[in-house]
């Protein structure tokens, strides 16, 4: 008696789950030795994949940074609560995440390239601060110059204390930020 055939696979390697495999080597690579040694060639063996895989989702190191900075993230939890609740619970999820292996690195890293880079820079603005943004303007009702100087001032604040000490702000450190924000965004 004859086997059921299971259906024909397209040739190749499967795709599922390829970029998360990506995302996690990546930043694993870039937690271990650095944002500047992170190449792609060494995400691609970290990741067990071929450098053309990496290159056919994404540009660059910048471009595929920053996808891992967005997946990292995700939605920022910015419902309920009084508007006061709302930006101090912001504050503490980036801080939190900005905390989390290879999330600080990769995000000081990526910056600092896109100051040279204009085309990283869109990338940038466009895929990771733009929904952030725009999600922080509707949940506050605030115009989008005062969003951005929030998330200047808190982004800014926490990668500038991770570059100073290579460490995350402490719990008390983002107390503090949190008070000096919440004086300046609610009055």
């Given at each position: 008696m004859a086997s059921p055939t299971s259906p024909a696979r397209p040739p190749g390697r499967p795709r599922s789950g390829v970029d998360g495999t990506v995302f996690a080597a990546?930043?694993?690579?870039?937690?271990?030795?650095?944002?500047?040694?992170?190449?792609?060639?060494?995400?691609?063996?970290?990741?067990?994949?071929?450098?053309?895989?990496?290159?056919?989702?994404?540009?660059?190191?910048g471009a595929l940074i920053t996808a891992c900075l967005v997946d990292a993230f995700g939605p920022a939890p910015l419902e309920g609560g009084s508007r006061e609740e709302m930006l101090a619970g912001a504050i503490r999820w980036i801080a939190g995440k900005v905390g989390e292996p290879g999330i600080g690195a990769a995000f000081a890293g990526v910056f600092t390239d896109a100051v040279n880079d204009p085309a990283l820079r869109e990338i940038l603005s466009t895929r990771l601060q733009d929904p952030y943004r725009l999600a922080l303007q509707e949940a506050l009702g605030e115009p989008e110059r005062r969003v951005l100087f929030f998330i200047d001032v808190v982004v800014g604040t926490l990668l500038h204390r991770m570059g100073m000490t290579g460490e995350p702000m402490v719990d008390a450190d983002v107390d503090t930020l949190v008070e000096m924000v919440l004086r300046t965004m609610t009055s």
């Open positions: 990546a930043l694993r690579t870039v937690h271990e030795l650095g944002y500047a040694h992170a190449t792609v060639d060494r995400i691609a063996a970290a990741a067990g994949v071929a450098k053309t895989t990496i290159y056919r989702r994404w540009p660059s190191k």
